[in-house]
């Protein structure tokens, strides 16, 4: 696949993959809202049905006020899952939606709600872009509960790669601190391009940008600045791959699918599907056989699940790295994910990023919440206080999906712990 064609197949997924870390490193609600004006206008409107329950009346001089009281569990409105629901099927159909899938998880109790809106169902497979980065940290810390990685070690230590970068960890790769090109500023960042190259493999593209000399005006060292996704997750990818001499696709069934009973997992190559001018990429069509095998995927964006599944995935968070008898991730690899590292990035200062970010997650230090948004709508969260989280999917801009949860959040925390 020649250069140019990769780039009017990947220009719009990898500006969203950008908008999304630019709206995930502000504090802000409207500022995330403020990325996608259509998304803006759509959450708008589902606010004012679910202030006004049932009214049509979507003024948008009051609903902004509304929304806000909402999302704090306005005695005289619906509350808890029944605002979910009712607020969930207002965005949907205001937005123009074709649907959406939200479950919400209790460390206790499981599965507490699983709906599903619009024309999705439960057996539905979604391409979730960036929400894949927990799932992918986590195969990491894997590794390393086995004994076949430190983490802390330098990349160059485990692997028998010589390279331009003898500092660098794969803790480092995983917080978007490494010191390697990130996303910006250049999407199509010539010496890093087998990123999206689904003929190319894992370990050979990995070992590649790591070791390549032609990147060393545009680095700077580790833990110097943050430098969201890039090439830098495929480095960590053919890490793992290394160390366990196993294909990426044998460690997810390994790490995942096997233990907690998923069979809907799974990594493509972003370059190996066709992309729409915007928006989700509909040509997936819930069906992995539609995108070009590739030893390639996509370390930090190509997962596909079910609602079910990830949900599954989040209460094994919830329950010390659990499913069901086995250990999947020691309490220890969670809280290693858990940590933020950005205020490392920044010498400890911890008020020089708006936010934080630890290993595939992001960390708002003013709630104690974590975060995993994506650039299609998806979007996984974790209260580790109260011990739920939740997930959720419309395959449309990640702007939606982050204008959603913004309504929807209060009211989830309602159901999950009762006030």
């Known amino acids: 696949m020649g250069i140019d064609h990769r780039r009017t197949r990947l220009f719009t997924l990898i500006m969203a993959l950008a908008v999304i870390a630019a709206a995930c490193s502000s504090s802000s609600t409207d500022e995330a809202d403020d990325v996608d004006a259509d998304a803006t206008e759509a959450a708008t409107a589902a606010d004012a049905d679910a202030a006004d329950d049932g009214d049509t009346d979507t003024d948008t001089d009051t609903d902004e006020g509304e929304a806000e009281n909402a999302g704090e569990g306005d005695e005289t409105a619906l509350s808890g899952f029944d605002a979910v629901t009712d607020t969930v099927e207002s965005f949907v159909d205001s937005a123009g939606l074709e649907g959406a899938g939200l479950i919400v998880v209790h460390e206790d109790d499981g599965v507490i709600y699983e709906e599903y809106f619009g024309a999705f169902t439960e057996d539905r497979i979604s391409m979730i872009a960036s929400t894949s980065k927990m799932i992918s940290a986590g195969v990491l810390l894997h590794l390393q509960d086995d004994g076949l990685l430190d983490v802390d070690a330098p990349v160059e230590e485990v692997v028998d790669w010589v390279g331009e970068n003898p500092e660098i960890t794969t803790a480092q790769l995983l917080s978007n601190s490494s010191g390697l090109v990130g996303l910006g500023p250049d999407l199509f960042y010539s010496p890093y391009l087998c990123q999206w190259a689904p003929a190319d493999n894992l370990q050979r593209c990995g070992e590649s940008v790591f070791t390549t000399s032609a990147d060393d005006d545009d680095q700077i060292p580790p833990d110097s600045e943050f430098r969201y996704g890039g090439a830098q997750w495929q480095v960590a990818g053919a890490v793992a791959e290394t160390v366990s001499g196993q294909s990426w696709a044998d460690l997810i069934d390994e790490v995942y699918n096997e233990p907690c009973g998923l069979d809907s997992l799974g990594y493509i190559s972003l370059g190996a599907i066709e992309f729409p001018e915007s928006g989700y990429p509909i040509a997936f069509g819930g069906d992995p056989a539609n995108a070009t095998p590739s030893d390639n995927p996509n370390i930090e964006g190509g997962a596909y699940i079910t609602v079910g599944d990830y949900g599954e995935l989040l209460l094994m968070h919830l329950r010390g790295g659990t499913c069901g008898d086995t250990q999947v991730l020691s309490q220890e690899a969670l809280d290693t994910m858990y940590a933020d590292r950005v205020a490392a990035v920044y010498d400890g200062d911890a008020t020089a990023a708006d936010i934080g970010y630890g290993m595939g997650w992001w960390i708002d230090r003013d709630s104690g919440q974590i975060t995993d948004p994506g650039a299609w709508g998806a979007i996984a969260w974790l ?37």
């Open 383 to 419: 209260d580790l206080d109260d011990r739920y989280g939740a997930y959720l999917i419309v395959e449309d801009e990640g702007a939606t999906g982050q204008a959603l949860k913004s309504q929807i959040d209060g009211f989830v925390h309602q159901g999950a712990v009762g006030a």
